[in-house]
């Protein structure tokens, strides 16, 4: 039995997108795509899948992403999902949060780096701690919790949180 164009065999198609020019603006990626920049961008960027900074790149943003790959130069704070690699050709000021970090000989990294493992958003941690959101988020904007301000939410690692609460801080 032959196969004939059947779509149910077919892989899904990957999504990539190359942006060679310089932008400015907010790029917000819901599904996963692959993202590489070679021009230059400066706002903000939350993506899904996978961000490459080429070499010949410069980017000054806020990044928020899966899995990110650096060859260029950035100015801005990172915060990786799954992976953040810097290239022996990248070159980055700003502070990085991710579970895994691959810092290639050549590469320049001046900033700060909390290796975290588990993140909660605003609702799950009202849920862990037991409290409503309003009073959480009067919390973390006052800087009383341990928080990271991503863009206009907010993220918090879990052993932070428990920390805290364990040190009779939460009233």
Do not use: H
């Not at 130069?73 to 949060?97: C, E, F, H, Q, S």
């Not at 409290?131 to 904007?141: F, H, Q, R, T, V």
């Amino acid at each position: 039995m032959a196969f004939r164009d059947r779509k149910d065999l077919k892989e899904p198609e990957e999504k990539s997108i190359e942006i060679s020019a310089q932008m400015q603006g907010i790029i917000t990626f819901k599904d996963p795509v692959n993202l590489k920049i070679n021009g230059n961008f400066n706002g903000t960027l939350e993506t899904r899948g996978t961000l490459t900074i080429g070499a010949n790149a410069f980017v000054e943003a806020g990044i928020n992403g899966d899995n990110i790959i650096i060859a260029g130069k950035v100015r801005g704070d990172i915060v990786a999902k799954t992976v953040l690699v810097l290239m022996p050709t990248a070159v980055l000021n700003g502070n990085i949060t991710t579970p895994k970090l691959n810092i290639v000989e050549g590469a320049v990294f001046q900033g700060r780096c909390q290796m975290v493992e588990d993140f909660l958003g605003v609702d799950e941690l009202a849920k862990y701690l037991e409290i409503d959101s309003p009073s959480l988020l009067e919390l973390a904007n006052s800087g009383k919790i341990p928080a990271i301000k991503n863009g206009e939410s907010w993220k918090f690692e879990r052993n932070r949180i428990d920390n805290w609460a364990a040190s009779g801080r939460i009233k």
